[in-house]
Nanobody, 123 residues
Framework: QVQLVESGGGLVQAGGSLRLSCAAS????????MGWFRQTPGKEREFVAA????????NYADSMKGRFTISRDNAKNTVYLQMNSLKPEDTAVYYC????????????????WGRGTQVTVSS
């Protein structure tokens, strides 16, 4: 069974940091592009970051550049999202996703999704 399981979310003070992990099972992460998205209740899912596993290329939403870093560890079948300088507007459920093609900025094309992990940033 293919699964993506996010962890590392929680409550953090503004300006603080969190590191999210996404553990994959049932498939080999190394042949997939991986992405992070986030969503708040009643709002559209928002692109956060993506990484191309074969080339190591990354891209980020403008509001995340310089603050968030996506990385991978193919040996552990895991992708990470390091989040620094967190702001209250970063509060959301963060989802990990796998794309058999490239790491696009839209949800379409991502084949597998995790159930999400809650990140709450207080003022």
């Amino acid at each position: 069974q293919v699964q993506l399981v996010e962890s590392g979310g929680g409550l953090v003070q503004a300006g603080g940091s969190l590191r999210l992990s996404c553990a994959a099972s049932g498939f080999t992460v190394s042949v997939y592009a991986m992405g992070w998205f986030r969503q708040t209740p009643g709002k559209e899912r928002e692109f956060v970051a993506a990484i191309n596993w074969s080339g190591g290329n990354t891209n980020y939403a403008d509001s995340m550049k310089g603050r968030f870093t996506i990385s991978r560890d193919n040996a552990k079948n895991t992708v990470y999202l390091q989040m620094n300088s967190l702001k209250p507007e970063d509060t959301a459920v963060y989802y990990c996703a796998a794309n058999p093609s490239i790491g696009t900025m839209t949800a379409g094309g991502y084949r597998y999704w995790g159930r999400g992990t809650q990140v709450t940033v207080s003022s």
